[in-house]
């Protein structure tokens, strides 16, 4: 996106330089006629083809109206259609702007005065180099917009997985964590249920009692540990010797 502002910027300068000479020169249809074979490029992402092609007749009919051998015959303007073309997408259309810019510029040197066979060849062989420079240049950039944008799918993609993963984490410690203290506490409130029954009754020793206190209490320390070792906490050591000593004090 950023080279292709620098080349309407060029795009732009070309055609105001050639404009502005025209005109000096005191050829003002001329002039208009390149200031539109340079501008129609400015439309080139939208109609490629079209923009190429209305250019290229544009700038025969500017050659035809300097008499094809006027040297503000806006030679820029043709080498600019061969870097534009380079850059053209689909690829079709660059070669499509080479074909027409290489037609063009055999038919202005052909009727150039004075200009034979090597002449046509070097201004064709300079015009295919520009336009084979300005291809590559193409395909290597969208080359690597490709492959960046690739990389971001796949750290995007890579991130997706990773959230996943965690999430699915998350719902089997829960899980886990759901099975280990229901079942403890459970126990717990079983045993503690019954020894309250059996103190209410008044009818029970002491040792019944204390037997399901303390199966309550291995229950409730069974609990702890399993949390501890799923959950990796370190840090709650202090808050399990504070649950243990209360559960002491019970008995």
């Known amino acids: 996106m950023l080279a292709g502002r620098y080349l309407d910027v ?28 340079g501008l129609v490029l400015l439309a080139r992402r ?3 083809a079209i923009a190429i092609v209305v250019s290229v007749a544009g700038q025969l009919a500017l050659a035809a109206l300097l008499g094809w051998h006027d040297p503000a015959g806006a ?24 074909a027409c810019g290489l037609a063009q510029a055999v038919i202005v040197e052909s009727r150039t005065p004075g200009n034979g066979l090597p002449d046509i060849l070097l201004t064709c062989g300079f015009c295919s180099a520009l336009f084979g420079m300005s291809l590559l240049v193409s395909r290597r950039t969208r080359a690597h917009r490709e492959l960046a944008g690739q990389a971001r799918q796949a750290e995007a993609e890579r991130a997706r997985s990773a ?10 410690i829960a899980r886990e964590m759901h099975d280990v203290v229901a079942h403890s506490l459970t126990v717990a409130v079983v045993q503690c249920v019954a020894a309250g029954d059996d103190l209410d009754s008044g009818a029970a020793e002491i040792g019944p009692v204390r037997t399901r206190v303390k199966a309550a209490e291995e229950a409730c ?3 702890l540990d ?16 504070a649950a243990e000593d209360n559960a002491g004090r019970v008995q």
């Open 221 to 223: 320390r069974d609990a």
């Open 75 to 98: 030679f820029g303007l043709a080498l600019l259609t061969f870097v534009v073309a380079g850059g053209l997408r689909p690829e079709w259309t660059a070669w499509l702007g080479w």
């Open 46 to 48: 939208r109609a490629p």
């Open 10 to 37: 060029v795009i732009v300068g070309v055609t105001a330089a050639t404009l502005a000479q025209l005109l000096i020169d005191g050829r003002p249809v001329p002039a208009l006629v390149s200031a539109m074979c």
């Open 226 to 241: 399993e949390l501890r070792r799923m959950l990796g906490a370190r840090g709650g050591d202090q808050a399990g010797r």
């Open 163 to 172: 959230a996943q993963a965690v999430a699915v984490e998350r719902t089997r």
